[in-house]
């Protein structure tokens, strides 16, 4: 079903937000009873939010997030502190319904779709809570050794942001009104790492973090497969199929096409942390666009993290040290976003309320 997609008619298909109802929620949030734009960014949130569904009443109440999974190659050079069968345990986890982001979801009524994008194992939904939400996309058993060569094929990375833009897709169709994107894989700092000094732009020792907490030797082998990967492999950091398909990871391109079906549908998706903005960043560099539809969920502790995210012009709604993964800063945000429009929505206008704005 995959190759029925034509991934550059989405790209080109894509247009950017309708300035014309960004006016008409400032206009509204002018009216409210209450200084001007008293609840800072609030207000900003609600009203993209407007521009991004075309109306003055938007909702967000059915939410979900896509968990994408995926193993990585590079895990062998020693650049994680866990290891690589921690990713497959972590699924089961999440059908469980037992990990971080399961927890915080049920706080903000979220779905959460867990997706193989390329882990190792091969498995089955389990019974319990969220059995039933297991998606298997699996492109592969997880990518090669950017670190020796390209972590996949252009068409296993075309295949992996065709997947994801599909998944989101059908879940718009559905129903649901936001997106998060969420990531597991041992090792996939050291890809998104990668993606994001490529395409950004901004130097290896500013961008490669610790990740899941590995000391300084384990830094120091990141940054050095980070260097070999980049040297070897050349990415173009105007393609984002090559950066994708030479440096990346099956869950990031998972994560593109979640991004780029946001845009295309016209709905709003909350980023999460690094791996996710690596995504993002692959989405933007094909199709800049994709900018007018994203929110930052938080800002990651992970060292480049706010680079990537001035890149995108995206300033993050919270900032609270977090650096797990999963979605779970995505996911707290949604419910940010939810009071935002809760504010647009349910506070009266001056004219409303009979009080008058006038000295």
């Known amino acids: 079903m995959a190759k029925d997609i034509d991934l ?10 309708d300035a014309e109802w960004i006016e008409k929620a400032r206009e509204r949030t002018a009216r409210l009873v209450m200084p001007p734009r008293a609840l800072g960014r609030l207000h900003e949130i609600s009203e993209r939010l407007c521009g991004i569904r075309k109306t003055l009443k938007p909702v967000i109440n059915r939410k979900a997030v896509l ?4 193993d990585h190659g590079v895990a062998t050079e020693g650049v994680s502190a866990f290891p690589q069968e921690v990713t497959g345990e972590m699924v089961k986890t999440f059908l469980r319904g037992g990990a971080g982001i399961n927890a915080i ?3 903000v009524d979220a779905k959460v779709w867990v997706v193989d994008m390329g882990i190792i194992p091969n498995l089955k939904p389990e019974p319990g809570d969220g059995g039933n939400r297991f998606l298997d996309r699996k492109v592969a058993q997880g990518t090669a050794n950017l670190a020796k060569g390209p972590a996949m094929t252009r068409p296993a990375a075309q295949e992996s942001i065709i997947n994801g833009f599909q998944l989101a897709a059908e879940l718009f169709q559905n129903g649901i009104e936001i997106l998060g994107t969420g990531d597991m894989g041992i090792g996939n700092t050291t890809p998104s790492a990668a993606v994001g000094t490529v395409i950004t732009g901004t130097n290896i020792d500013e961008m490669v973090g610790r990740g899941t907490g590995v000391d300084d030797q384990g830094l120091a082998r990141k940054r050095d497969a980070v260097r070999s990967g980049i040297q070897i492999n050349q990415p173009d950091p105007k393609d984002g199929l090559d950066v994708l398909s030479k440096i990346g990871g099956f869950e990031i391109g998972g994560i593109a096409g979640c991004v780029l079906a946001g845009a295309f549908h016209s709905r709003p998706v909350v980023i999460d942390g690094f791996i996710s903005t690596a995504g993002a960043l692959v989405a933007h560099a094909l199709c800049p666009q994709v900018a007018d539809y994203l929110f930052a969920g ?3 502790e992970e060292l480049g993290h706010r680079a990537m995210l001035k890149y995108l012009g995206l300033e993050p ?4 040290g977090m650096r ?4 779970t800063g995505g996911a707290l945000a949604m419910g940010i976003m939810e009071g935002a429009l809760r504010v647009f929505n349910e506070v009266l206008t001056f004219e409303e309320a009979g009080v008058t704005d006038k000295e």
């Open 317 to 320: 709604i919270l900032d609270l």
């Open 105 to 107: 979801c049920r706080h």
């Open 67 to 70: 968990v994408m999974a995926g």
């Open 298 to 300: 938080h800002c990651s």
């Open 8 to 17: 550059e008619k989405i790209v080109k298909d894509i247009k950017p937000l």
């Open 324 to 327: 797990l993964g999963e979605g």
